[in-house]
């Protein structure tokens, strides 16, 4: 009975500390980007760390708010040795000697759910290791829950309008647990080892798993040199521009190709070391579909093309609609986002300010969004950044178009595209061959005087000539589908071309010559 209401009592008392901070800030006003990230500031370390997964979450708050969260930084002082060493020891059950030949007592750094401390392993090997503040998940359920109660005094102020502050708060309760088990960074980082063990300049820390467990995360000591340290960097005798370009095409990699990404690679989170770009803190990581691939490509297409029905087909397949859609609308919002882009080539254009752009548009017509492009934005931004300090003259949307061409070449269905065509192309050609019977039909009927035809039906030499030529194109036509038909339903020998054959490539050949023939046969120079 003590027990619950000594914790009744510290929930009032925090409960009372945040409305005296949201009234301080005059909440009932408004809140600004720089007023949210002063109740952030002021509310401490936990709040400070869900205010910092909330900026990349630019589905739920306005860019310019996002932009502001994430200039939050914690001064969380260090837990004491002694709690350090306890929770150490409770999740391995055993003493810190049995695992360590050393442990530095001083932490490397302390943020609101965890800290760091250098050590190294008995077996000799460097290490950091990832403690988790004690009781730190019981802080952060209390400090939501309360912020709920205290959330109510948004419901009739101007700050409703910003965000549905409920809905935000259980995001960034269920973000926090997952970062909170540490054993989910554990299979952040081996899965993302696994993806890039093929890329030679690209690298992550080594997961000792043994020692791994939800509130301890022991991992290999990265020392190299921090990716914004330009000086120290050509001293070593690193090419920038290198690294730039190849930072910028591997994060495009893991966009278009992984669909798992590095969710937040700012410069603290990239080393280079031994020729190779190392990403650390696999906290958070963005992941989309092989579906959410595609519909993005489509998107850039539909920007690249100009073509607003692509980019709006592209957005209500991605999205999550929420009541009714005026089409009408999302086909005028696209065409003045479209309208930016029109001098530009998809080369010349920033991919995160497109995509931004697309998501104030789902935003502003009511359609929801998976997290993960909110983070693929804030994610291509800051590796804008990143290559933008290193390398100015780097393009890193010109490096996306390569590779995405790259891929486009390398997995388009040329088979399935031949079969889609060539069928429109024959069933066209097959109701072109009803043509010159109805137009004999019509001609026989009006000759006959059987129909009221106000024209005099004379066919001269010209004419004839004209129909001939006519006639004579059809049936190129015609062999041409069927030639094209026959590529596409045709087994599939031995590929030589673009996943062709040498039998489909003799036919669609054919199918060229024809097509040729065509229209240019009795054509006049």
């Not at 900026?55 to 001064?75: G, I, K």
Request: aromatic share 6%; glycine share 6%.
């Amino acid at each position: 009975m003590t027990i619950r209401h000594s914790e009744h009592s510290v929930n009032r008392e925090r409960l009372s500390e945040i409305i005296d901070v949201l009234r301080r800030n005059e909440i009932t006003k408004g809140v600004s980007p720089e007023k949210l990230c002063a109740i952030m500031e002021e509310l401490g370390p936990t709040f400070i760390k869900l205010g910092q997964i909330l900026s990349m979450r630019s589905d739920f708050l306005p860019r310019e708010y996002c932009d502001a969260l994430t200039r939050l930084r914690a001064n969380v002082q260090p837990m004491p040795w002694e709690q350090v060493a306890n929770i150490v020891e409770s999740a391995y059950e055993r003493p810190l000697e049995e695992v360590f030949s050393r442990f530095d007592r001083q932490a490397l750094g302390s943020a609101s759910i965890a800290q760091v401390h250098a050590a190294t392993l008995n077996s000799g090997e460097r290490v950091v290791v990832k403690v988790q503040r004690k009781g730190i998940h019981d802080v952060m359920n209390r400090d939501i829950t309360l912020m709920k109660k205290a959330s109510q005094l948004l419901k009739y102020t101007p700050a409703k309008e910003l965000v549905d502050f409920n809905r935000v708060l259980d995001e960034m309760w269920i973000v926090a647990q997952q970062e909170m088990n540490f054993l989910t960074e554990a299979n952040n980082l081996e899965k993302f080892s696994a993806l890039n063990a093929g890329v030679a300049f690209v690298c992550a820390p080594k997961l000792y798993r043994q020692y791994t467990t939800a509130t301890v995360l022991v991992m290999e000591d990265i020392e190299g040199i921090p990716i914004d340290d330009s000086e120290k960097l050509t001293e070593a005798g690193y090419d920038l521009a290198e690294i730039g370009a190849k930072l910028a095409d591997n994060y495009v990699r893991q966009i278009t190709e992984d669909g798992f990404f590095h969710a937040d690679p700012h410069p603290g989170n990239l080393r280079i070391r031994d020729g190779k770009i190392v990403f650390l803190d696999m906290g958070m990581m963005g992941e989309l579909s092989d579906r959410d691939r595609k519909i993005i490509s489509r998107a850039v297409e539909g920007v690249a093309r100009s073509n607003a029905e692509v980019c709006v087909n592209a957005i209500l397949q991605f999205g999550t609609i929420k009541g009714t859609i005026d089409r009408r609308r999302l086909f005028r919002d696209c065409e003045l986002m479209l309208d930016k882009y029109a001098a530009l080539e998809l080369g010349s254009m920033d991919l995160s300010v497109v995509m931004s752009d697309m998501m104030e548009i789902m935003k502003a017509n009511h359609i929801g969004m998976p997290g993960g492009l909110s983070m693929l934005v804030r994610g291509l931004a800051a590796v804008e950044g990143v290559v933008v300090n290193i390398a100015p003259n780097i393009n890193v949307a010109q490096v996306a178009t390569a590779r995405i061409s790259r891929i486009f070449l390398r997995d388009f269905d040329w088979h399935g595209a031949l079969n889609r065509d060539v069928r429109a192309v024959y069933e066209s050609a097959t109701k072109a061959l009803d043509i010159p019977a109805l137009l004999a039909d019509v001609l026989r009927t009006g000759l006959k005087g059987d129909a009221s035809i106000g024209v005099e039906h004379h066919i001269d030499a010209e004419t004839r000539k004209w129909i001939h030529s006519i006639l004579k194109r059809l049936y190129a036509s015609i062999i041409c589908a069927a030639l094209l038909l026959a590529v596409a339903v045709s087994d599939k020998g031995t590929p030589v071309w673009f996943g062709l054959s040498w039998t489909e490539l003799a036919m669609g050949l054919g199918a060229i010559a024809m097509g040729y023939l065509a229209f240019h046969v009795n054509r006049k120079k």
